[in-house]
């Protein structure tokens, strides 16, 4: 009988452990903040994380960096290709991928946001 007290006693303190660990991470309101920066982080033509973008965007044309095209897109205030469509973006970067050996299912999902992003909203 004790045996059995001190095992679910134990027990107890692990769920409580989890109600704890649960309730710190109940701000949702703050970690959806958190998600829609790390969104804002994306460029805003190709949808690469503008972390991967090892010139950290791309520029304006005065010079200054661009917070929402990565450097591959976006050179001295100008689009460096002449897509118009986010379907043209979007084949480009799926025979990229594939040519990088990515799976059907990466090309999809790696395109998938593209129509989306500010460059290709219908304004
Ligand atoms: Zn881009």
Not at 40 to 46: A, L, P, V
Not at 100 to 110: A, D, E, I, N, V
Request: a positive charge.
């Amino acid at each position: 009988m004790s045996k059995f007290r001190k095992l679910s006693s134990v027990k107890y303190r692990i769920l409580l452990k989890a109600a704890q660990v649960a309730n710190a991470q109940k701000p949702l309101s703050l970690q959806k903040k958190k998600f829609m920066a790390t969104m804002n982080d994306f460029c805003q033509s190709c949808s690469m994380p503008m972390a991967k973008d090892l010139q950290r965007g791309g520029t304006n044309a005065d010079g200054s960096k661009s917070k929402m095209y990565c450097s591959y897109c976006f050179q001295n205030g100008k689009f460096i290709d002449n897509f118009t469509t986010a379907k043209e973006m979007q084949q480009f970067l799926r025979k990229k991928f594939k040519e990088q050996g990515f799976g059907p299912l990466r090309r999809w999902f790696y395109t998938s946001y593209i129509p989306r992003l500010e460059r290709w909203k219908k304004k």
